[in-house]
């Protein structure tokens, strides 16, 4: 899908008109006598958030779609990528290929996200698709030239849906070795460094607690790391690690069958580690970037790890593996270790990590922990202006006490019921970065959607994208 500006004079075809509840308009549409809710009555048509009604032949539109914002003094952008969700529903449904949104300069970019974001429908694994016409084109249309916000919105929202279209691969399509492919396509698409560690060369560097994990498994682990602007030293250095569970079946620890098969999702951190480095490298941002992850299955067989085995992690310290079922942590912690190896300025992971945190924060919030107060307050607010919101959690030492090991160092759970174990489990991850800022945002509950939202369809988010690129812009102008 494109989109592009256009002036009122020019737009054709489907029209989306945002009014705030006040019945004022936000565009000029028709300057010279503007009229209340376009001439519509109250009874029609107030104006409140997310209150549509149609208008036929008006201004010389096919339709106009009036649409509500609620009061304006409690607008969020987020209404905008919303009204632009409604607009691509609207127009899908008339079967238009077109479709125009009147809004603000100010709010070009988010519309553009919601255009984009909406327009996305996984339709690849259906060998025949009736009574789908997809949007081609969309238009903004707003005073001003808006031509940078335009495609700043595109570039970010196109990352995301190449993140939700990775992501919705099941386990049997993206296998470690197909998603290595993914990782490699984007280094040859972007220039970027490139470097992926197999089976043989993590037993080299002694990476045990992410083989350990790989043992039940026919497939391989790959640790993937891939670097924008490798060669520009002046610049700052950032990582963003990802935990890319193919599949978790939780191993011999093994899960309920019901709904396991969402745990094709528990790859999403790798997968929006390399969406990151894509609106990165589009938008051409001025700091070196290392997306680093670790693939691979977590599976139950003759060979897999057993609960109670203990690994020696490739930082060294001993890995008392009470629940094969918490690998995540496992993956990450020698995937951690070799990031910080690197010395970046800040190290921002994003793992499917626990199902507590859905438990805690619904899947409404992102659960955030940080070792640096600064860096927590850039991340919350990049949460709140591209509403992918996150809430802090502590990192008390009485939690890091509940995973202390009784032979080994440390334990890969806290207690046996599961208390506080979002937490914990973040306490398992802070043992293997050492001094390095650091961010940990677990993403369990905002991996997916599992019914229809706003801008998004049923199924794969992308979430973390906009977030993560938001926050390293804003630390990079720091
Ligand atoms: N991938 C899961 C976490 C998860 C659960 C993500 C539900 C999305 C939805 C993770 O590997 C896991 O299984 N965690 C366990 C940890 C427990 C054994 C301490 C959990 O949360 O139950
Ligand atoms: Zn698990
Ligand atoms: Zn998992």
């Not at 075809?13 to 308009?25: A, C």
């Not at 009555?41 to 208008?55: N, Q, R, V, Y």
């Not at 995937?335 to 438990?359: F, H, N, Q, R």
């Amino acid at each position: 899908m494109i989109v592009s500006q256009k002036n009122l004079q020019e737009a054709k075809g489907i029209l989306v008109l945002p009014f705030f509840d006040d019945g004022k308009q936000v565009v000029s549409v028709y300057d010279d006598k503007p009229i209340r809710f376009a001439g519509l009555s109250k009874d029609e048509f107030d104006g409140k958030l997310g209150k549509t009604a149609i208008m036929n032949d008006k201004f010389g539109f096919r339709k106009v779609l009036l649409y509500g914002l609620g009061p304006e003094k409690e607008f969020q952008l987020d209404f905008a990528r919303e009204m632009a969700g409604a607009a691509v529903r609207y127009a899908l449904s008339l079967k238009s290929k077109d479709v125009n949104v009147a809004c603000k300069k100010e709010w070009a970019q988010s519309v553009t996200e919601g255009l984009v974001l909406a327009s996305y429908k996984c339709i690849k694994f259906k060998s025949k698709v009736e009574d789908y016409v997809p949007l081609e084109r969309a238009y903004v249309v707003s005073s001003g030239n808006a031509k940078a916000e335009i495609e700043k919105g595109f570039i970010l929202a196109s990352a995301q849906n190449y993140v939700r279209d990775m992501n919705e691969n099941p386990a049997n399509i993206a296998t470690p070795e197909k998603v290595v492919e993914y990782a490699k396509d984007l280094a040859k698409q972007y220039r970027l460094d490139i470097e992926v560690l197999d089976k043989d060369k993590l037993a080299k560097k002694k990476m045990n607690a992410i083989l350990g994990v790989n043992q039940g498994s026919v497939k391989g682990a790959y640790l993937v790391t891939l670097t924008y602007n490798a060669d520009k030293r002046n610049l700052p250095l950032y990582a963003v690690v990802g935990k890319g569970i193919t599949f978790d079946s939780g191993g011999i620890s093994i899960k309920p069958s019901k709904g396991m098969d969402s745990m094709k999702y528990d790859k999403t951190g790798a997968m929006v580690s390399l969406g990151v480095m894509k609106a990165v490298a589009e938008l051409k941002l001025p700091f070196r970037l290392m997306s680093t992850f670790t693939v691979t299955e977590n599976m139950p067989s003759g060979s897999a790890q057993k609960p109670g085995d203990i690994v020696t992690s490739y930082l060294g310290k001993t890995i008392e593996v009470l629940n094969t079922d918490a690998e995540g942590r496992l993956i990450l912690a020698d995937t951690l270790t070799y990031a910080a190896e690197k010395k970046p300025s800040l190290m921002i992971d994003l793992a499917t990590l626990t199902g507590a945190c859905i438990v805690a924060l619904g899947r409404v919030r992102i659960g955030m922990f940080s070792n640096d107060d600064r860096i927590a307050k850039i991340v919350y607010d990049s949460g709140e202006r591209t509403y992918e919101k996150v809430w802090r959690l502590p990192l008390d030492k009485e939690y890091s006490e509940m995973i202390k090991g009784d032979l080994g160092d440390v334990r890969n759970i806290g207690s046996e019921s599961g208390e506080g174990s979002t937490i914990t489990a973040a306490c398992f991850l802070k043992e293997f970065v050492g001094e390095t800022k650091w961010v940990h945002l677990d993403i369990a509950g905002v991996d997916h959607v599992t019914s229809s939202h706003p801008y998004l369809d049923k199924g794969a988010t992308g979430i973390g994208v906009r977030l993560v690129v938001d926050c390293l812009e804003n630390l990079a102008k720091k």
